[in-house]
């Protein structure tokens, strides 16, 4: 994964810029899912590189074909990425301010 979406670019990014680097990620992420044969293992290796990135992200609702990250809900950390992944190669990054 690119280090320019480690989180710290995240936080120092102005609005408009944030918003390239959530559709940038998420591009990445859909070729990346496009390109997988198992799509739970693949969405766990995309967590945890983001996460190795600082991102935060705790599973907040899945089902065979979907799944969503965000960051900590229980023990806010602060902003963060939203990340929604879809089968077959659908992926939406957000930015969540709280």
């Known amino acids: 994964m ?4 480690a989180k710290e670019n995240f936080l120092a ?3 408009a810029e944030r918003g390239a680097l959530c559709e940038d990620l998420a591009a990445v992420l859909a070729v990346r899912l496009g390109e997988a044969n ?4 693949t969405v766990s290796a995309c967590v ?9 992200l705790w599973s907040f609702d899945e089902s065979d074909d979907f799944q969503a ?8 950390t602060g902003p963060g990425v ?9 992926v939406s990054v957000e930015w969540s301010a709280e």
């Open 2 to 5: 690119e280090q320019r979406f």
């Open 13 to 15: 990014a102005e609005a």
């Open 38 to 41: 198992e799509f739970g293992e």
């Open 48 to 56: 945890e590189e983001l996460r190795a990135l600082g991102h935060d």
């Open 69 to 76: 990250w965000c960051p900590n809900y229980d023990n806010p």
């Open 82 to 90: 939203v990340v929604t992944f879809s089968v077959p190669d659908e």
